[in-house]
């Protein structure tokens, strides 16, 4: 089958930087739009960034200009650079695709598909 897999969480300085990966596995044909996502405690999840297969990006108000989401499709893997964090980024982060094609025992797909996701956390 196929799963992403987050990395790169951890703790990051206020004014820092970190950069989260996110890699899909499994015989990947192809990943449709993927997305970085994120849940604080007490917090609804909310859409942090989004990147579409030819690299259309779309980003939440409150990281313009400070994160960019960017993928290399031939890795399968979408990345999320945390620039000047502040203290409201500390959240769980996760990586989205809306589908993703794939080979296993014929050509299929899978729609919907999340990752485990990752922990954020911003110190002063």
């Known amino acids: 089958q196929v799963q992403l897999v987050e990395s790169g969480g951890g703790l990051v300085q206020a004014g820092g930087s970190l950069r989260l990966s996110c890699a899909a596995s499994?015989?990947?044909?192809?990943?449709?739009?993927m997305a970085w996502h994120r849940q604080a405690p007490g917090k609804q999840r909310e859409l942090v960034a989004s990147i579409t297969s030819g690299g259309s990006t779309n980003y939440a108000d409150s990281v313009k200009g400070r994160f960019t989401i960017s993928r290399d499709n031939a890795k399968n893997t979408v990345y999320l650079q945390m620039n000047r964090p502040s203290l409201e980024d500390t959240a769980v982060y996760y990586c989205?695709?809306?589908?993703?094609?794939?080979?296993?025992?014929?050509?299929?797909?899978?729609?919907?598909?999340w990752g485990q996701g990752t922990q954020v956390t911003v110190s002063s």
């Open positions: 989205n695709t809306d589908q993703i094609a794939y080979y296993s025992e014929d050509y299929t797909w899978a729609d919907d598909v």
């Open positions: 499994g015989n990947i044909f192809s990943i449709n739009t």
